[in-house]
């Protein structure tokens, strides 16, 4: 995909008053044992308090300093926050199959706007530390974003998208979870990644694979979408992790790695938090990310964006690996 405006040089309109802590170090790169991540940018403080991360000063610029449509829009979704629990009706329902429930969920957050759900355990080891949550399942959605904005990135129309698809996802997981509370189940929504890993979640049910740009990419949409989640003790059959050939691919393209101005991707995988995994250079990546109002060049440009391209991408590398080619 070819990008219908100029991306900025990385030089930042701001300084902050105390150097924070290296991202990547909070982030636990290159740390060989395996623990649990910590918050280093975005954080509600919902479940736990808000506590003080260390790259706070930027969170606030980046809110604060976006235009007043995205603002705005932002203000909406935190609101809607409001409905993301609640209390559950009467008591909950039998379920006896497992599967046609599951089922049942997945056609439901079709009805509610999702483009694509899957259903895993929720996994308390792979959560932001002091932060904990009483499900058990997981039910993560993805909300597509509109092609024709998002190539446009960065500017004020592809971040508008970015903020619009958070709200329809923000939307479509609380009503599903207020659906799981009318059949008697607690279940609650979340609408965004500020309080929640869902990357993680996501790749265990299936939604996609990890890119060499950090962000999932589905087989059908590339990574051209918002992951939201909802969590519930509603018994469901589980999904499992996909294959559609993303590290064959990642691993040879250098598209992403090429285009990101600030030069935070890697063509190699990297240690973090004892899992070798592709990893985005936060100490460059964030400045950057703050300064255009939400980058998403790399998502953008990613080969498997361009609408019918996955399918045949996944086709190709899952040929080529068995062939041994």
Request: proline share 6%.
């Amino acid at each position: 995909m070819k990008l219908k405006v100029t991306a900025p040089p990385p030089k930042y309109p701001f300084v902050m008053q105390h150097t924070p802590k290296s991202g990547n170090s909070v982030n636990g790169l290159g740390v060989a044992e395996k623990i649990r991540p910590h918050q280093v940018f975005h954080n509600t403080g919902r479940g736990a308090g808000r506590k003080a991360i260390d790259w706070a000063a930027l969170d606030t610029f980046f809110n604060m300093s976006k235009p007043w449509s995205m603002f705005s829009a932002n203000m909406l979704t935190w609101w809607e926050r409001r409905n993301a629990a609640g209390p559950v009706f009467g008591e909950p329902v039998e379920v006896t199959d497992p599967q046609a429930m599951a089922e049942e969920i997945k056609i439901k957050a079709k009805k509610f706007g999702a483009d694509l759900a899957g259903i895993t355990l929720y996994e308390e080891d792979i959560q932001y530390e002091g932060r904990t949550w009483p499900y058990k399942y997981a039910i993560c959605i993805a909300n597509t974003m509109n092609i024709n904005d998002v190539e446009h990135t960065p500017s004020k129309r592809s971040s508008a998208e970015i903020v619009k698809a958070y709200r329809r996802g923000s939307k479509s997981a609380n009503k599903i979870a207020n659906y799981i509370r009318s059949l008697g189940w607690q279940a609650e929504a979340f609408g965004n990644g500020e309080d929640i890993m869902m990357i993680p979640m996501a790749i265990k049910a299936g939604i996609g694979q990890l890119g060499k740009h950090g962000s999932v990419i589905s087989k059908d949409h590339g990574p051209n979408f918002r992951i939201s989640l909802i969590l519930t003790d509603m018994p469901m059959a589980l999904d499992g992790p996909t294959d559609i050939g993303v590290d064959d691919f990642c691993t040879k393209c250098q598209v992403c790695t090429n285009a990101c101005p600030p030069g935070a991707l890697s063509d190699q995988k990297q240690i973090v938090r004892g899992i070798e995994k592709w990893y985005v250079d936060f100490d460059k990546c964030v400045p950057y990310f703050a300064l255009t109002h939400g980058c998403g060049i790399c998502l953008a440009i990613c080969p498997w964006t361009d609408p019918g391209r996955g399918a045949v991408i996944s086709q190709k590398m899952l040929k080529r690996r068995q062939s041994g080619a």
